[in-house]
């Protein structure tokens, strides 16, 4: 079979435009995916399946329910949203506690007959460490709440202008919220999944009720007024894009004065480490060389008196 030109032609055109195409589908195919609902999603089916052991791990320590439910929320106020993320945490602190307990207690047996002193502070270092292992997962926790919190508050202005532009353009809410999530997925992951949530809530519950839930998880003073502010748009029936852009614009406001205050403050706060750590060293650098010319002055002088006028000391015996 014999190929001329004209076919060798054709069928690079078509190899070309053929993945041309392909090259296209699968770009907008990634640009159409929401990659925080699918984490979401995934995060879901593996934290659901239940567990003997782990659960057996979990309940090890007693602990009350008010503290299960201050925990509980702690972990979705950071982020993590798995339905078993309360028992995983759990497993972990008390599986670290179990296992500092029992060595210690295992390496003090072992010592006890040879030497007693030394298997009482082996004992001792093992409850200090239970002790450790007891808080420090709970102030972790705490640390990447607060962490979280603070960077979707420093989010918030820029997340209202985006959906008081999308409004102004015509979008509905739930629009919006799918639309400014996917352009702050790389800038402010932490909001982009909270507006994934927010929106399917809003499918389920209605709008107000969707961003009271965001402020109740998140607990950040921003999202909580911004909810209020939804609450009150939707039963006074004003304009939200007017009521997000002032929002935001207050929010900005409030940034910059207490950016002033802060650096206010920082002049009073550095006047300690400049008196008691800068100015001795200033006061030796400036008069160190004063004092030691002083010095050398008086000496000079004192060398250069008459006999007559220098002080007769006492005679010795």
């Not at 190929?3 to 699968?26: E, H, N």
């Not at 979705?76 to 307990?101: C, M, T």
């Not at 409850?127 to 420093?154: F, N, Q």
């Not at 389920?204 to 609450?231: H, K, M, Y």
Request: aromatic residues 6%; charged residues 20%.
């Amino acid at each position: 079979m014999h190929l001329t030109a004209v076919d060798l032609w054709t069928g690079a055109t078509f190899l070309v435009l053929s993945g041309t195409i392909m090259f296209v589908a699968t770009l907008v195919g990634r640009l159409r995916r929401d990659p925080t609902r699918e984490k979401l999603l995934l995060a879901a089916e593996q934290g659901s399946r239940p567990g003997g052991l782990a659960e057996a791990i979990s309940h090890l320590l007693p602990l009350s329910g008010e503290n299960r439910s201050a925990i509980q929320a702690e972990l979705v106020q950071a982020g993590i949203y798995r339905p078993g993320a309360l028992r995983d945490f759990l497993v972990l602190r008390n599986g670290l506690v179990a296992i500092v307990l029992l060595s210690s207690w295992g390496a003090a047996a072992a010592l006890v007959s040879q030497q007693p002193q030394l298997a009482r502070w082996v004992l001792v270092a093992g409850l200090v460490l239970g002790g450790l292992c007891w808080a420090v997962p709970r102030m972790v926790l705490r640390s990447a709440a607060k962490a979280r919190a603070r960077r979707i508050a420093a989010a918030v202005p820029d997340t209202l202008d985006l959906m008081s532009m999308c409004l102004v353009g015509g979008l509905s809410i739930r629009e919006t919220l799918l639309h400014v999530g996917r352009e702050l997925f790389r800038a402010h992951p932490d909001v982009a999944v909270e507006l994934v949530i927010l929106r399917e809530q809003s499918e389920l519950l209605g709008v107000d009720r969707a961003f009271q839930l965001l402020a109740t998880r998140t607990r950040v003073p921003e999202t909580e007024s911004l909810a209020g502010l939804i609450q009150q748009g939707q039963q006074l029936g004003t304009n939200i894009a007017e009521s997000i852009s002032q929002f935001s614009d207050s929010l900005r406001l409030r940034r910059r004065q207490e950016a002033e205050l802060q650096s206010g403050r920082a002049s009073v706060r550095m006047l300690f480490p400049l008196v008691f750590c800068l100015l001795p060293a200033a006061a030796i650098f400036l008069w160190g060389p004063a004092v030691v010319e002083m010095v050398r002055f008086l000496d000079q002088t004192q060398a250069e008196l008459p006999a007559q006028a220098r002080p007769i000391s006492a005679p010795r015996r």
